[in-house]
């Protein structure tokens, strides 16, 4: 039976200290904060009352219940005053020096039988521990920020910790209404760990000018769901603690995608650490304000003439391209879909036709609107019933030499002036232009699957792309409610090159038997308020295409990290490919 805990002492009351002694007390135990002067005190208090304030006004405490909160802290600026808690909960800033000096001092204090835990983010809890008398009674309780917000709690086992003493972190956390996953004493952990590649990444990639801060953010908000884009989390998170948790990531894994891109130490050494100091990424109110002041967006596209569309041809019968054909019939453009026989032709026009009447079920859309849609899309078999489109998107499969046959057959099809556009989400664009005459008209518009729901476009421009025919797509796009986000052809574009080595890195730590598949989703949905874990995501996408977009990625970079995993690549070979084929790294009922 799990040990009961009912008081516990808290080192430390900054925004992590402050929101762990809130939900200790809001639990009925008894809270011991520690700082080190007066002054920490008061500012750990008043945490916590703006904190409480906050709930009380959003009902999610009553008064009496604020007051029993507050009434169940102690404060205290001794470390002598924790001598009769039973845990006590380290959450000092990020230093082993300073974690190590303070439960080495709390040793001396504190009963014997009590246990220590470290919030510690990053930094290996074996080396915090060993300062102590009692390795076996240390263990990480990594909580997330905001503590009284976030439900997930990475509760960090030594190869000393005491079988007993995990069980009984476990049990509390889940007392506090978390949601506890045990793993390994490694740097960064499971969220840390997947979370900072990426994020270092996005920032590689705004450092080098491949796309704005507000495109890179928006590509991973509305391309994935996510609830922050990279550079506005990374200003949330502060830039000099990111900075810290990647050098100590570096430190352990060598691994090169850790190590901190140049432009954070640049941006710290000129004290911008984000939202804490007022500017980061972006420029705040205040400092500690979310509220951005300079909202103007920084544009890649400049003020080139755009060129009119109104009728716009679809060469493709998939997903993709009917999605694309009824999101450009529902704005209004005459859509001629071309595909290789009627059969096919006419099947596709009814899968749009099928979609549009999905929307008239649910009352998204009348009868008649639905009707005149489907007039405006033309099913056709030859290029030459092209002739006279403004623009041209090919949506066929992705296969360079498929694609490039249909870009040269556009090219001989389509008129003077016209755009020609690829879907594809890998391949080079300029490998498709350089199969027509006329490569400054063509560039690259991902629509993200289903297209008809999802909002974001990244409009691909290559070497060649003129201006005029990046405006007009950046047109184009808003004219259909889509958001356009801008960047260079090279592999993954934005939203596949930052997704697809995170969702790597989570097949190789699963590689490495450092945590369970579901431990490992739990810990990115739960504490990173991602929409789907990674094996989930990697099983819907199917793991096949996820192998190939890997390669490409490789291919292009010749990143070691981006090497596919070798696990990936033997469920592909025994033909578990995710939901489509009923296994892929879950099994699920067909």
Do not use: W
Not at 166 to 182: H, N, Q, W
Not at 274 to 293: I, M, Q
Not at 381 to 392: G, R, W
């Amino acid at each position: 039976m799990a040990r009961e805990f009912t008081s516990v002492g808290v080192v430390g009351l900054g925004t992590m200290g402050s929101g762990i002694a809130e939900v200790l007390a809001r639990s009925g135990l008894d809270v011991v904060g520690v700082e080190l002067d007066a002054a920490g005190v008061a500012r750990g208090r008043a945490h916590i009352e703006h904190s409480t304030e906050r709930a009380l006004s959003g009902g999610k405490l009553d008064e009496g219940g604020r007051a029993e909160l507050l009434g169940r802290i102690t404060y205290t600026t001794e470390l002598s005053d924790l001598g009769d808690v039973d845990l006590v909960v380290e959450a000092v800033p990020e230093s082993l020096e300073l974690k190590a000096e303070v439960l080495g001092q709390l040793d001396k204090i504190v009963r014997p039988e009590a246990i220590f835990a470290s919030n510690t983010s990053s930094l290996s809890v074996t080396e915090i521990g060993v300062h102590t008398a009692r390795p076996g009674k240390v263990v990480g309780m990594h909580f997330f920020n905001p503590a009284p917000v976030l439900k997930l709690v990475e509760i960090v086992r030594t190869v000393v910790t005491e079988p007993d003493v995990v069980t009984d972190v476990v049990a509390f956390a889940e007392r506090l209404g978390k949601t506890p996953v045990v793993i390994g004493d490694r740097a960064g952990f499971i969220a840390n760990a997947l979370l900072f590649g990426y994020l270092n990444h996005a920032v590689r990639m705004f450092e080098q000018r491949y796309a704005t801060r507000e495109d890179l953010d928006a590509a991973m908000r509305y391309g994935c769901g996510y609830p922050m884009g990279p550079l506005a989390l990374l200003d949330l998170i502060g830039l000099d603690t990111a900075y810290e948790i990647l050098e100590s990531m570096y430190r352990q894994s060598r691994n090169r995608l850790h190590a901190p891109a140049p432009l954070l130490k640049q941006m710290i050494t000129a004290g911008l650490l984000g939202r804490k100091s007022g500017r980061g990424f972006y420029r705040y109110e205040a400092a500690d304000s979310p509220v951005v002041t300079d909202t103007v967006a920084s544009s890649t596209v400049d003020s080139a003439v755009v060129r009119e569309v109104r009728r716009v041809g679809v060469v493709g019968t998939g997903t993709m391209a009917t999605g694309i054909a009824e999101v450009f019939a529902k704005r209004g453009y005459e859509v001629v879909l071309r595909a290789r026989t009627a059969e096919k032709a006419e099947a596709a026009v009814a899968k749009v036709g099928k979609s549009i009447g999905r929307a008239v079920t649910k009352g998204r859309m009348s009868e008649s609107d639905a009707a005149a849609v489907l007039t405006r899309v033309k099913p056709v078999t030859e290029f030459a019933e092209l002739s006279d489109v403004d623009l041209a998107v090919e949506a066929v499969a992705e296969e360079l030499t498929v694609k490039q046959a249909v870009f040269a057959a556009l090219d001989e099809a389509v008129r003077p002036g016209a755009i020609l556009a690829t879907t594809t989400s890998s391949l080079p664009v300029i490998e498709c232009a350089a199969s027509t005459s006329r490569p400054s008209d063509v560039l690259g518009l991902h629509f993200f699957n289903p297209a008809p729901m999802m909002k974001l476009v990244e409009v691909v421009q290559t070497i060649a792309t003129a201006p005029e025919v990046v405006a007009t797509a950046h047109a184009v796009c808003a004219a259909l409610g889509k958001h356009p986000v801008h960047c260079g052809d090279r592999a993954g574009f934005i939203v596949n090159a930052l997704l697809f080595p995170y969702l790597n890195d989570a097949v190789k730590m699963l590689e490495a038997h450092y945590a369970q598949a579901d431990d490992i989703d739990t810990a990115m949905k739960v504490g990173c308020g991602l929409p789907m874990g990674p094996f989930e995501l990697l099983d819907v996408v199917g793991l096949d295409v996820s192998l190939a977009i890997e390669r490409t990625l490789f291919n292009e970079f010749r990143e070691e990290g981006f090497s596919p995993a070798p696990l990936l690549e033997h469920l592909v070979t025994a033909g578990r490919l995710g939901r489509k084929t009923g296994k892929g790294f879950k099994d699920y009922v067909r």
